[in-house]
Structures are given as structure tokens and as C-alpha cells.
């Protein structure tokens, strides 16, 4: 069995391969690994179920179930939240969470496998049933050693900013309104560009190759604050703000404390930036902004909140996060604040901002609620000025969703902006909930000027829409621009969200393949990132 394939042909339409389901590479054949499922096992499992052999007495509140918490014994009725949701915990005393297996390993005190192990013979399938190796038993030790790495890094750099090292630090986070209560629940921390974090990890017998290998240590032994030259930069250290998933420090970022260039304050361990999540007991809303402080401010002021901390595209593990909650506000940031903002400038950040909006509405729903232009710069210099929790429910009251927006603009756009604005208009309508859209038809028909038979039919012509695609199947041979590039076709069937509650959750897909002769190829499951690579299938297809 030969695949063959044009490869410089394959790398360039990749993209295009994905959206249309299609793959497109040159490669050799090779044994499929077992891949573990963990949703396969957590399907049959019932967290509140579980939670409750441990004889913890569950009482609802809201929209979660709280008791007491069984790993510290603790008396709190209401200190351990189950989210049901989301089939996943957190102690807001332990200051752990996670999720089932989570919940195993620190109540039994099980390792990876065994917890795995308990809750597969619960719902009775083997280990063998979700694809467990030895591999993944290792691959689960190293994440566990990486999580323990952060959090003793999250913990050091704690107590160097409650230190007399950290007094200065600890006076500028008051100057920006935060009291220490609210710089102990975010967790906060500072640092001096030094070998200090070195030093610690190495007495108490932390992996420094690991510390160095995800960034936390430079190979000078300096912590990642000093990437960039960031002791120059901030000779007098940093604000450490650890990244949370379920209570787990897995990312840091760094603001400077008095930055030498006011452009220059910001240091992220290196690789992809990661949001920031400042949660609340409650999980109605949520408010995006753009930083970290303004995110701190809103927990403060007892709202959930997201920073996007420069990221693009919100992970798809953190999108469904977000997704969770029924309602989500956009706030960005006002750079229209400070005085003497040229009409040049002006029209350019208003232009970035509204695609920040479009971009984020797209992944979100067309009922995203956009605040109105905030009176003051951000939500940390709001707090500053005094801002209440009063004041901030009614700025909620007037944000309006993005559909809205878009309606306003349509009114006022100009023709050569008005055909774009209407295409967004149209595409939000058809993810709107069935039970707004009448009431939404007759918005539209005021705001474009259409008749309710012309608005009919431009909604039909949107919904009948076939995306164009440049690629199809001739003679079971997959093509491109009428090109064939290769003897064979293949599809997703399956798309994966793997998330152990540590990491970034990662997707996994599974292909299915015919060479063009009929035959069929095996069926192969593989990593997102390797996917879109293209070199999975020197692996795992060919002769």
C-alpha cells in the first residue's frame, strides 16, 4: 500500500484541508499508539457521587452544590463548590480543584494510575478500555512534577512579597487600590530578576532542568523576569501574577514595578501567552478585559472576570470556560482617555477595537454585551478613583449586545463600510436563539432599510450559503484547484478535547483514510498541533 503526494503542494493548503475535513501529506505507514481517553471514563462517573462516598453532606446553593471539604477536615459547610456543569471542584480554603480524578488523587491520596484505576473498576471497564499505557502513566508523572513546580514558584514568590524585600511592591499594589486580601487571593508575588527562585528550587530538590526547560529559570539560573534585559529594565523587580486553572498555577506573567520605558513593563514565561482568570463564588457573569490588574480589580469589587493578556484567540478550553456562564461583557480599554488623542489616532483605535469586538463575537455569540465607552481608562483606575460594586451594576445595566452594535453602525456607516457590517449582521442573526429572531428580523428591517420580503430573502440567501471550497474528491483522489495531490483522501471524524485541569487543554482528531484505488487506510488519531504540521502522516501512513 503507497500513498503518494505533492508535499510542497500540502504544507500551503493545510488550512484549507482542515476547515473542508480533508488531509493532504506525504508519508509512511506506521502502528497506531493507543491514545488515552479520559472522557470515555469521566462519562460514567458522577463527581457528586463520588464526592459524596468520602461523607460529605452536599446542600445547593445556586447554581453549585457546597459542603464541607474532606481533604483538611475542615468545618466550613460551604468552603468545598461542585460545579455540576462542568463536573468539577474547588476548595476555597485548600485553594485545590479540579476534576474527578483530581478529587481521587487528593482525597485517597492515589497516584495517576491507581485513581484511574479505582474509578474504571467503579463503572467496570479495564484500563485497556480508554486506550492507558505506561506511557501515559509517565507522561501524567511529569505533569504532576511540572504542577508542583509551579505551584512551589507560585508559593516563593508569594513570600518574597510579603517579605521586607516585597515592601515597596506591597505599597504599589495599595497605591492601585487593592487591599491584602485581595493581593493573597489572586495569589500575587514579586521578584528581582535574580537567582533567588534558583536557589530555593535547588534546596529543596526541585527538577532545575525542568524549571529551566518551561521557562521558569533562564540557563544563567535568573528567574524569566530578566529575559529582555528586565533587570534594567526594572531595577526595582516585578509583580508576579500566576496564571490558575482549578487552582493550579500553570502560567506566569510580570509587571514591572517602576519601568525604565513605560512600553517596556510587561514579562510572560516564554511560548504562548495564556489568559488570566480572576473567578468569583459567582459564576452569573463575566466581564472580559484586556489586564491582569483590571481583571484583579473586578474579583475585588466581587465580579468574575478574564484578562486577555494580548492573546489572539482564547483557547478552546478557556472559550468553554467562558462559555459556562450566562452572561459575558466586553471591556476594553479606553485609550481614548487621555487628552489630546489626534482624529487620525482616533480613527485607528476605534477600527482596532471594533475588530477585537468582532473577533471576540464571533467566537462567543452575537449576545456578547459590549459595555459603552468606559469614563475612565480601565477598571484598575476606576478602582482607584473609588469605583463601588453599586456603580459598576449600573454600567452592566447599559452594556448592549454586539448585535446591537451592529445595527447602530449599520445606520450611520458609510456605503463602502455598510456591505460588511450587514454580512456580520446577517451571519450573528442565524446564532441567534430561535425565540429572539422575530423581534430581531424587525430591528434589522429599520436598521438596513429593507422590507420585510427583501430581509426574508437576504436571511434565505445566508442560510442556503455553500462556502466556497477549493478542494474535492475525484475518483477517490483528493484535489486541489482542479490539481490532484496525491493517490488517496482522508477525513476528520473525531475531534477530542483532552484537559487534565493542569495544562492547556489539548484536541486530537480522528482520520479516517481510502487510497483512491478503494482501499481502505487505517484509522489514525492525532495532536492538533502535529495535524496541522502535515508530519503526522510520515508516520502513521505510507507503504
Given at each position: 500500500m503507497n500513498i503518494k503526494s505533492k508535499t510542497a503542494d500540502a504544507t500551503a493548503v493545510s488550512a484549507e484541508m482542515t476547515s473542508a475535513h480533508h488531509v493532504v501529506a506525504d508519508s509512511t505507514m506506521n502502528k497506531v499508539k493507543a491514545t488515552l481517553n479520559l472522557e470515555k471514563l469521566k462519562e460514567g462517573i458522577s463527581l457528586v457521587d463520588i464526592i459524596k462516598t468520602s461523607g460529605v453532606d452536599l446542600q445547593r446553593n445556586g447554581n453549585t452544590l457546597r459542603g464541607k471539604c474532606p481533604l483538611h477536615n475542615g468545618d466550613n459547610p460551604t468552603s468545598l463548590a461542585i460545579y455540576e456543569d462542568s463536573q468539577s471542584w474547588f476548595c476555597y480554603r485548600c485553594d485545590e480543584g479540579g476534576d474527578v480524578i483530581d478529587f481521587m488523587q487528593a482525597w485517597r491520596n492515589l497516584d495517576f494510575a491507581d485513581a484511574l484505576r479505582y474509578l474504571a473498576d467503579r463503572i467496570g471497564i479495564s484500563l485497556e478500555q480508554i486506550g492507558?499505557?505506561?506511557?501515559?502513566?509517565?507522561?501524567?508523572?511529569?505533569?504532576?512534577?511540572?504542577?508542583?513546580?509551579?505551584?512551589?514558584?507560585?508559593?516563593?514568590?508569594?513570600?518574597e512579597l510579603w517579605s521586607p524585600k516585597g515592601k515597596q511592591a506591597c505599597i504599589y499594589l495599595k497605591k492601585r487600590g487593592f487591599n491584602a486580601e485581595s493581593i493573597r487571593l489572586a495569589g500575587w508575588g514579586y521578584a528581582e530578576s535574580t537567582t533567588a527562585l534558583h536557589q530555593s528550587l535547588k534546596k529543596k530538590g526541585f527538577d532545575l532542568a525542568l524549571a529551566k526547560k518551561i521557562g521558569l529559570l533562564r540557563r544563567d539560573g535568573q528567574d524569566f523576569t530578566a529575559n529582555a534585559k528586565g533587570k534594567a529594565a526594572s531595577p526595582d523587580g516585578y509583580i508576579i501574577m500566576p496564571h490558575q486553572?482549578?487552582?493550579?498555577?500553570?502560567?506566569?506573567?510580570?509587571?514591572?514595578?517602576?519601568?525604565?520605558?513605560?512600553?517596556?513593563?510587561?514579562?510572560?514565561?516564554?511560548?504562548?501567552?495564556?489568559?488570566?482568570?480572576?473567578?468569583?463564588?459567582?459564576?452569573?457573569?463575566?466581564?472580559?478585559?484586556?489586564g491582569q490588574m483590571d481583571a484583579e480589580s473586578l474579583r475585588h469589587l466581587g465580579f468574575s472576570a478574564l484578562a486577555l493578556c494580548g492573546v489572539g484567540k482564547i483557547p478552546k478550553g478557556d472559550l468553554k470556560r467562558v462559555l459556562r456562564y450566562k452572561k459575558t461583557y466586553l471591556a476594553l480599554d479606553n485609550d481614548l482617555f487621555e487628552e489630546g488623542v489626534s482624529a487620525q489616532k482616533k480613527a485607528t483605535i476605534e477600527k482596532s477595537q471594533k475588530k477585537t469586538q468582532a473577533k471576540l463575537a464571533k467566537m462567543m455569540g452575537p449576545l456578547l454585551m459590549l459595555f459603552p465607552v468606559l469614563a475612565f481608562k480601565d477598571f484598575n483606575a476606576a478602582l482607584q478613583d473609588g469605583l463601588k460594586a453599586e456603580e459598576l451594576f449600573e454600567l452592566l445595566s447599559k452594556a448592549s449586545p454586539w448585535i446591537d452594535q451592529l445595527l447602530a453602525d449599520a445606520r450611520s456607516a458609510d456605503p463602502q463600510d455598510l456591505t460588511q457590517i450587514q454580512d456580520d449582521i446577517?451571519?450573528?442573526?442565524?446564532?441567534?436563539?430561535?425565540?429572539?429572531?422575530?423581534?430581531?428580523?424587525?430591528?434589522?428591517?429599520?436598521?438596513?432599510?429593507?422590507?420585510?420580503?427583501?430581509?426574508?430573502?437576504?436571511?434565505?440567501?445566508?442560510?442556503?450559503?455553500?462556502?466556497?471550497?477549493?478542494?474535492?474528491?475525484?475518483?477517490?483522489?483528493?484535489?486541489?484547484?482542479?490539481e490532484a495531490l496525491g493517490n488517496f483522501h482522508a477525513r476528520i471524524t473525531k475531534e477530542l478535547i483532552l484537559d487534565?485541569?493542569?495544562?492547556?487543554?489539548?484536541?486530537?482528531?480522528?482520520?479516517?483514510?481510502q487510497l483512491?484505488?478503494?482501499?481502505k487506510l487505517n484509522t489514525i488519531e492525532v495532536d492538533s498541533e502535529e495535524f496541522l504540521s502535515l508530519n503526522f502522516l510520515n508516520k502513521l501512513w505510507g507503504a
Open positions: 492507558f499505557s505506561k506511557e501515559n502513566a509517565v507522561q501524567a508523572k511529569m505533569r504532576k512534577k511540572r504542577s508542583h513546580l509551579f505551584q512551589e514558584a507560585a508559593l516563593f514568590f508569594a513570600e486553572r482549578a487552582g493550579k498555577t500553570n502560567y506566569f506573567s510580570a509587571r514591572a514595578l517602576a519601568p525604565k520605558d513605560p512600553k517596556d513593563k510587561s514579562r510572560n514565561l516564554p511560548g504562548k501567552r495564556q489568559v488570566y482568570w480572576a473567578e468569583t463564588k459567582e459564576r452569573e457573569k463575566l466581564i472580559i478585559v484586556e446577517f451571519a450573528s442573526f442565524q446564532h441567534l436563539p430561535e425565540g429572539l429572531k422575530l423581534s430581531y428580523q424587525k430591528k434589522m428591517s429599520k436598521a438596513l432599510g429593507l422590507g420585510k420580503e427583501e430581509l426574508k430573502k437576504a436571511l434565505g440567501m445566508v442560510e442556503r450559503e455553500i462556502p466556497i471550497s477549493y478542494s474535492e474528491i475525484k475518483k477517490g483522489v483528493l484535489y486541489f484547484q482542479n487534565d485541569g493542569l495544562n492547556q487543554p489539548q484536541v486530537r482528531f480522528t482520520l479516517e483514510g483512491g484505488s478503494g482501499e
